[in-house]
């Protein structure tokens, strides 16, 4: 194999297993998210099973609540009826002046009847409603507050058996990668060993790859060399014919040569104009950088960015390519207050990345006016934990101004977060279900 090839070959496998890190790094990413939401939720589960006992526990308690209310409501009905009668006998008392009972026509003491009847309705009125209603009130407080623990517990419960399946998906993944099937803590261990494998594996290739070039640089230099001896050599035996040329020949190279000048000229002018294009290319972009920094910023804490690397630094710089001149962008991240920098690729997971993405999009989208007025995301929340999903949520929602905002995704709980979020009036939500002969079908919500 030529040098040539064998620096293409390095170069794809270097390529081949950068795919594959970075394949590996994603699920290694996603199972330390999974595991920290599914400590979090197993947390919050073993309080409500702590103080409130499990989900049939707080049924039970909630069906004993409600039969309890229903006994109170009872007997608050029998006090009702009584205090009815007790009522209408203090009437049928009040317009007579008669001593005789109405029922069975014996003398009775008028005025200490009504005085005993009049005491009864206080007593049930301050003593036995009043406790009745005070207890039905207790009872509805903690029937309130039982529900919404039902509901909660409901919701944790679903939450951490759909964590589970997604556990159980990325074990399936990494054994799939490994050809055999791998427990927990053998997927854990496996990530960790394939990555750093690949890792050791390109750096070698890197290396050898840079000897390499510099090897055929090192031929390519003699080559040229030799490549200029030869031209010196045919330029001078051509110089030796063309001394022989009659004076008409040596006119029409009189006159080639000053066009020969006039065009090596024109050339060194059009040199000239092409750097200052560069260089105002290159101060436009440093400029529009530059005006964007401070939502660039902002938007980068607002979404939770790095913990030590607290400031996004973007760096312009032209390269040459096929004849041109391009910008090409490097971003770093800075510490605020130690002279500490480091490039995002290098040292951010993937939804830090991910992070420092959407506040540059963003924060450039928001800091120059676009006559098209409006922003398309398209699956935004990759690798994003709920936190920082919530936060963009907020970020979409607070800061964009009056532009239209386009969000595709599959990710069910940004689109619950945006559900949540953005205000009715302000939203249309199309679901895609299927497809058929048209195209694909979608349903307005």
Sequence with gaps: MSTRGAVLFEVSEIDSLTRKRVELVRIRDSFSENTTNLGKTASELKKIYHKYGKKQAVEFTLRGIGEQKDRLKKERGQVDSRLRVINDAIEYLGKTIENICPVCGSDIKRDQILGNLKLQIAKYKTKTIKGIDKRLRFLERQEGTLEDILSDLEKFEGEFKELGGTKSRLIGEVSEIAGKKLGEREARVFLRREIGNATARINRLQRAYRTKERVLQNVERGTEKIKAIYDVV???DRFNQLSRVTSGE????????????????????LVKIADAITTTQTKLAEGMIQKASPKIDQFYSLLGGHPYYKRLRIIVQPRKTGGGVKNSYQIKADHPTEKISTFVSDEFSASQMNCTALSIFLGMSVSFSRRLGFIILDDPSQSLDSGQKIALVK????KLGHRQLFVSSQDSELERFLLQQMPRRERIVYNFIGWDKTGPRLKIN
């Design 395 to 398: 970020l979409l929602r607070d």
């Design 250 to 269: 040596a006119k029409e190279m009189k006159r080639l040569d000053k066009k020969i000048r006039e065009l090596n000229a024109l050339k060194n002018r």
């Design 234 to 236: 045919s330029t001078k």
